[in-house]
């Protein structure tokens, strides 16, 4: 059975009745860790939930966009160089190292406090992961050190940062991939015009080579980079991999890939 995933309004619903567990003493980041005894969750002075955390198995998805940005896996499975730009509450990299054991993964987040937040109340299995304590739009990565996955989910206090809009962000994800490596970034459009507007930065970045997909009753826009050639993946083979990618992933991987096949047809 696929995860249930939980619309973000469940949270803002019951924040009146849950447990305050930490609060920015700075209204400067205004971030609250609340608990109601099933999830634990970040949420924003804006009342934006940042990540969550299913109590009773805390590797689970929770948010619905999650299982959009990993349709990476349908191209790469077993990524060994996973590299977060937001760690947020960790909800991607809980569940990445339950499922990928094997993976190393590397963080970069620019909040201090969310990093001080997830060591102390979203890491209960305390999991092995690099934090980078940066800005992505202020950080040269390392281009000597390749990644298979780069995963972009990072959002502003009110919008995407200045750098989502330019080039030079993409062009270094980019050259930190490794040959057949992939980015999968989160990114919470308020318009069309600004989904057009970042695609086509991406896009002359990755040589066309992206495909997207959105996130049902959600603003945000998935979108897949790849290094690789698109027209280089057999369609037929992606498809005979969801069945044991599903099981393995406990995601809707059918569903998802049935909407990427429909939204870039004429790329795979």
């Not at 849950?18 to 609340?34: F, M, N, Q, R």
């Not at 990476?72 to 499922?99: S, T, V, W």
């Not at 990114?187 to 066309?208: G, H, P, S, W, Y």
Request: proline share 3%; with cysteine; aromatic share 10%.
């Amino acid at each position: 059975m696929m995860n249930s995933l939980v619309d973000g309004m469940y949270f803002i619903r019951n924040a009146s009745d849950a447990t305050i567990l930490y609060e920015t003493p700075s209204d400067i980041t205004g971030l609250k860790v609340l608990d109601d005894s099933k999830y634990r969750w970040i949420q924003t002075k804006n009342n934006c939930i940042q990540s969550a955390m299913r109590l009773s198995a805390n590797w689970q998805l929770v948010l619905p966009y999650y299982p959009g940005l990993l349709s990476a896996l349908l191209f790469k499975q077993d990524p060994e160089n996973i590299f977060l730009i937001g760690l947020g509450g960790g909800e991607l990299a809980r569940y990445l190292n339950h499922c990928l054991p094997q993976a190393r993964l590397t963080a970069l987040e620019k909040n201090q406090d969310i990093i001080k937040v997830f060591q102390a109340h979203f890491n209960p299995d305390n999991i092995q992961i690099d934090i980078i304590n940066a800005d992505i739009c202020h950080w040269q990565m390392d281009n000597n050190k390749p990644y298979d996955l780069v995963v972009l989910d990072v959002y502003g206090d009110k919008a995407l940062p200045d750098c989502l809009y330019e080039e030079a962000l993409y062009q270094q994800c980019y050259k930190q991939l490794s040959d057949d490596g992939i980015l999968a970034a989160n990114l919470a459009v308020k318009d069309e015009q600004e989904a057009v507007l970042i695609l086509t930065k991406i896009r002359k970045v990755f040589n066309q080579h992206v495909m997207f997909l959105s996130v049902e009753d959600h603003s945000n826009l998935i979108v897949l980079a790849f290094k690789k050639a698109l027209h280089e993946f057999d369609r037929e083979l992606l498809r005979s991999n969801v069945d044991s990618l599903q099981n393995k992933f406990a995601i809707n991987f059918k569903g998802i890939a049935e909407e990427l096949f429909a939204n870039n047809e004429k790329l795979i």
